[in-house]
């Protein structure tokens, strides 16, 4: 996903992302058609401003989505220190962990949908 995110480009002068000089993304349909902002929107524009560390920008765009890239990003960075040691068990973390991570990001998630149904937060 990373990788992926590098070939798009985050605009210039707008808050859009372009692949090759083409914007990407557009009206939400989700938005379109419940009049209401999707779960999920923003996620784009994140993780092509994440990938280039803008941070701080990204999580303008979606507060969990940006902690998702950062868990997601740590995730690769252990799972090729295993592969590079050749041990399965090299930088462990304890499954309860694991889980309040999971869930923690969830609720982060569901609040941030749930300040941006009532209005607030809304994207750039």
């Known amino acids: 996903m990373v ?6 480009q985050p ?6 992302s372009y692949l090759m000089g083409e914007q990407i993304g557009g009206p939400c349909d989700f938005r379109e058609a419940s009049g209401h902002p999707c779960p999920t929107c923003g996620m ?3 993780w092509v401003r994440a990938s280039r560390g803008q941070l ?19 995730t690769g960075v252990i799972g090729a220190i295993r592969l590079f040691q050749r041990d399965p068990k090299a ?11 999971g869930l923690s990001w969830a609720a982060v ?3 941030q949908w749930g300040v941006r149904l009532l209005g607030g937060l809304p994207l750039p």
């Open 109 to 111: 998630h569901v609040l």
């Open 91 to 101: 930088v462990s973390i304890p499954s309860w962990w694991l889980m309040m991570a």
């Open 44 to 46: 784009t524009r994140i």
């Open 11 to 16: 605009g210039p002068r707008d808050h859009w």
């Open 56 to 74: 701080l920008e990204a999580a303008r765009f979606h507060l969990a989505g940006t902690l998702l890239f950062l868990g997601l990003t740590t």
């Open 3 to 8: 990788t992926a995110s590098w070939a798009v």
